[in-house]
Antibody, heavy 121, light 107 residues
Framework: EVQLVESGGGLVQPGGSLRLSCAVS????????MSWVRQAPGKGLEWVAN????????YYVDSAKGRFTISGDNARNSLYLQMNSLRLEDTAVYYC??????????????WGQGTMVTVSS | DVQMTQSPSSLSASVGDRVTITCRAS??????LNWYQQKPGKAPKLLIY???SLQSGVPSRFSGSRSGTEFTLTISSLQPEDFTTYYC?????????FGGGTKVEIK
């Protein structure tokens, strides 16, 4: 079964750090782009970052540049998001997402259940 | 950045109604447009990719179309499980961007 399972969310103070993890199963992690997408409480969806197969390319939304780092570990079939200098506005559910770019699809076709990050003093 | 303007932000309809949701891109994104359905407390689910291709397992009452930079999601006959929120998303260029969402409510 294709599955993405996030972990690492929690409560953190402004300026703090958190590392999100996403365990991938059911497909070959190294063959796919992967993304993080977030959703603030009661708000819409916002793409945060993505990473190419093998990690050769990484892209970020402007608000994450310089603070967040996306990475992947092919041996562990895992995706990560290191978040530093967290702000109140980073409070959201963070989804790990498979960013399919083959077979005619260029879309987020598999989503994890999400992990909640709350930035608050 | 490509801005995605989705309308309406909400609509009221009845079971069996035909519903149309529109997304306009701020520049040419060709057919790099996807539609998602999100139910409360759940992760989004891919419905339509490439503007008009139905994702495997999605009912055929969902369809997508394109006219220039305007994209449409149509639900031909609303079912009770369809009353929820829908988002468009462009995959043409980074930053990848979503529309603001459309909440479909029961009239």
């Amino acid at each position: 079964e294709v599955q993405l399972v996030e972990s690492g969310g929690g409560l953190v103070q402004p300026g703090g750090s958190l590392r999100l993890s996403c365990a991938v199963s059911g497909f070959t992690f190294s063959n796919y782009w992967m993304s993080w997408v977030r959703q603030a409480p009661g708000k819409g969806l916002e793409w945060v970052a993505n990473i190419a197969q093998g990690g050769s390319e990484k892209y970020y939304v402007d608000s994450a540049k310089g603070r967040f780092t996306i990475s992947g570990d092919n041996a562990r079939n895992s995706l990560y998001l290191q978040m530093n200098s967290l702000r109140l506005e980073d409070t959201a559910v963070y989804y790990c997402v498979r960013d399919s770019r083959s077979g005619g699809i260029d879309a987020f076709d598999i989503w994890g259940q999400g992990t909640m990050v709350t930035v608050s003093s | 950045d490509v801005q995605m303007t989705q309308s309406p932000s909400s609509l009221s309809a009845s079971v069996g109604d035909r519903v149309t949701i529109t997304c306009r891109a701020s520049q040419n994104i060709h057919t790099y447009l996807n539609w998602y359905q999100q139910k409360p407390g759940k992760a989004p689910k891919l419905l339509i990719y490439g503007a008009s291709s139905l994702q495997s397992g999605v009912p055929s009452r969902f369809s997508g179309s394109r006219s220039g930079t305007e994209f449409t999601l149509t639900i031909s006959s609303l079912q009770p499980e369809d009353f929820t929120t829908y988002y468009c998303q462009q995959s043409s260029s980074t930053p990848l961007t979503f529309g603001g969402g459309t909440k479909v409510e029961i009239k």
